[in-house]
């Protein structure tokens, strides 16, 4: 039962454009979601969080938008550069619940090209 | 950078031997957490803690345990390792009350022959 989806395992985008990568998820509890980038041989690196009582939050290239309704969540990356060629993950946590336990999602692997 | 080492950072093994991973944080963080990777799954949580001596399961537990006798240390440990916990492991520390983003060290890849 996978509460967090990431349905696309690979995007190529070319640099300079605008690196859109969606995740949904299942379970209404979630309140707390976050975007994770791993690159290989490292741990995933935290980019972006936002919470459910909003539906933007922006960081520099990184703008995460929410939509609860739809229980849907993406993160864009403008303009992307080749050092965010890297998997990127979403995950999800009930921060009413113990100790903010993370749910993730499978990991969408962005190329960025020249 | 997180304060966070996790050792070793490569292990091969056979099975039915214990194997302890350790996660080391210089941060002062409540809250440890261990993950694995595995393909097609992403990251599943193990087992967490929210303080010394406290703990609790996470999703995948079953032929996992763990200890917190330090703020700064949690061990996992794989009683008699089987082939299906191959897999590369991630601890994660968070501060606050939980409700911090969670900082993850750079994994143990872990091999059981």
């Known amino acids: 039962d996978q509460q967090v989806k990431q349905n696309s395992p690979s995007l190529s985008v070319q640099e300079g454009r605008i690196s859109i990568l969606n995740c949904d998820y299942t379970?209404?509890?979630?309140?707390?979601f976050l975007w994770y980038k791993k690159y290989p041989a490292e741990g995933p690196t935290f980019l972006i969080s936002?919470?459910?009582?909003?539906d933007k939050n922006e960081d520099g290239r990184f703008t995460v938008f929410l939509n609860k309704s739809a229980k849907h969540l993406s993160l864009h990356i403008v303009p992307s550069q080749p050092g965010d060629s890297a998997v990127y993950f979403c995950?999800?946590?009930?921060?009413?619940?113990?100790?903010?336990?993370?749910?993730f999602g499978t990991g969408t692997r962005l190329q960025v090209t020249l | 950078d997180a304060g966070i080492t996790q050792s070793p950072r490569h292990k091969v093994t056979e099975t039915g031997t214990p194997v302890t991973l350790r996660c080391h944080q210089t941060?002062?963080?409540?809250?440890m957490y261990w993950y694995r990777q595995d393909p097609g799954h992403g990251l599943r949580l193990i087992h967490y803690?929210?303080?010394?001596?406290?703990?609790d399961k996470g999703e995948v537990s079953d032929g996992y345990s763990v200890s917190r006798s330090k703020t700064e240390d949690f061990l996992l440990t794989l009683e008699s390792a089987t082939s299906s916990q191959t897999s590369v492991y991630f601890c994660?520390?968070?501060?606050?009350?939980?409700?911090?983003?969670?900082?993850f060290g750079d994994g143990t890849r872990l091999s059981i022959l």
């Open positions: 995950a999800a946590s009930a921060l009413s619940g113990t100790a903010s336990k993370l749910t």
């Open positions: 994660a520390i968070a501060g606050g009350r939980g409700n911090q983003p969670q900082h």
């Open positions: 803690s929210y303080g010394v001596k406290d703990t």
């Open positions: 379970n209404s509890m979630f309140d707390y």
């Open positions: 936002i919470s459910s009582i909003k």
């Open positions: 941060e002062n963080h409540r809250y």
